[in-house]
């Protein structure tokens, strides 16, 4: 009895210094992390998927992230949070939902790694946590690859940018290649010159002339997307049967077999795409919701600017994946505004750039006139039958 008791004591002993020691190396992982701008946009920059993406890009990509997301880690989980006002700055705060949470646990750690999981429905996801010095770890994982470049410092906050600030602040009138509304536009923004100006003006024409979507509207888009949505998973569950039925026929000759062979593979991992995806959303029915009314509203206000600048100038009207421009309207309200001082471009060929989105009818596929009016004063969404 005694050396029972005896091996009890040691059993417990050690797994007291095993815990402890687990504790110990959790500790190191233990705080509040924010994304680091620069090593992380180094760590982008390196991936040869980005060799395409410029810099300036993948730079705001990861300052946006940097404002939007932090992690929370204690010694038994680790929350990734999100910051529903950063993410979305221009909503009205008493429509913010809750900020959702995703909240992993802690299945491994060691000196200088950690294991967590999240383990909610049936598409467990893992990543682990790399210390890359005292203030910094590293994120891996195979099934959100989208943490795989993301280096997060601890304790060191980047503040989101409140309104109206940009990279341009600060660029004197000399320096500048643009000015709109009076805001100079600097060289580092001379690709996003086109839209940054465009974006600015069609802005103040909508407070000018009060255009904002009604709750209705934004009901109508976000009831109808989700129609489309349902309505191609049926379609899709449809072709796969299909598939499945003509797969089994022995007559079909090998080359049609391997095509058939190649539509299942692609339906089939699109579904357990979409499976996985709606698993990883469950419990943020509130947060996607908001969301997606948030995509909507701006889809609804750029068609309502459309039509009220369509049924000022009309013209032509070109058919856009994201929907129909007024495009002759676009072109004279600009040289209206240009004439008025609301812009200027300083130099000659960037100016010949800005403009032949807006005169090369060569660029755009044009609607006939009873078609663009069609289409510009009634959306697909409000269409019975929209094209697909």
Not at 57 to 64: A, C, D, G, P, S
Not at 95 to 110: D, E, F, I
Not at 252 to 272: D, F, G, H, P, Q
Request: hydrophobic content about 35%.
């Amino acid at each position: 009895m005694t050396k029972n008791f005896a091996i009890i004591i040691l059993g417990l002993c050690l797994c007291g210094i095993t815990a402890k020691a687990e504790i110990s190396a959790m500790s190191k992982f233990i705080g509040v992390w924010y994304v680091d701008v620069d090593k992380t946009q180094e760590e982008v920059k390196n991936d040869p998927r980005s060799a395409k993406t410029a810099p300036q890009t993948i730079k705001k990509m990861v300052e946006l992230m940097a404002t939007m997301t932090t992690l929370e880690v204690t010694d038994k989980s680790l929350s990734y949070v999100t910051d529903m006002k950063a993410m979305y700055p221009n909503a009205k705060t008493d429509t913010m939902p809750k900020a959702p949470v995703m909240q992993y646990t802690v299945a491994q750690t060691s000196n200088d790694s950690t294991t967590i999981k999240c383990s909610k429905g049936n598409n467990p996801i893992e990543i682990v946590l790399s210390l890359i010095d005292e203030k910094h770890i590293r994120a891996k994982s195979a099934e959100s690859p989208e943490y795989n470049h993301i280096v997060w410092q601890k304790d060191k906050y980047i503040p989101p940018l409140t309104k109206g600030e940009n990279d341009n602040i600060g660029i004197a009138d000399k320096d500048a290649i643009a000015v709109v509304l009076g805001k100079p536009i600097g060289l580092n923004a001379k690709s996003q010159m086109k839209n940054m100006i465009f974006r600015a003006l069609l802005d103040k024409y909508a407070k000018d002339n009060n255009i904002e979507p009604t709750e209705p509207e934004i009901d109508a888009l976000v009831e109808k997307t989700e129609e489309l949505k349902r309505q191609r998973e049926i379609d899709m569950e449809k072709e796969k049967q299909e598939l499945l039925v003509a797969l089994k026929d022995n007559t079909i000759s090998e080359i049609e077999r391997k095509k058939k062979e190649a539509m299942l593979e692609t339906i089939e991992k699109t579904s357990k795409m979409n499976g996985a995806i709606k698993e990883r959303l469950k419990g943020m029915e509130e947060q996607t919701k908001f969301a997606q009314r948030q995509v909507a509203q701006g889809f609804v206000k750029s068609w309502k600017i459309n039509k009220a600048l369509y049924e000022k100038y009309g013209g032509r009207v070109i058919f856009q994946q994201a929907g129909a421009e007024p495009l002759d309207a676009y072109r004279d309200f600009l040289k209206e505004q240009e004439k008025n001082g609301a812009f200027k471009i300083m130099d000659k060929t960037d100016e010949a750039e800005f403009w032949k989105y807006f005169t090369n009818d060569a660029m755009h596929k044009f609607y006939s006139k009873d078609e663009g009016a069609k289409f510009i004063n009634t959306p697909w969404w409000m269409m019975k039958n929209p094209a697909k």
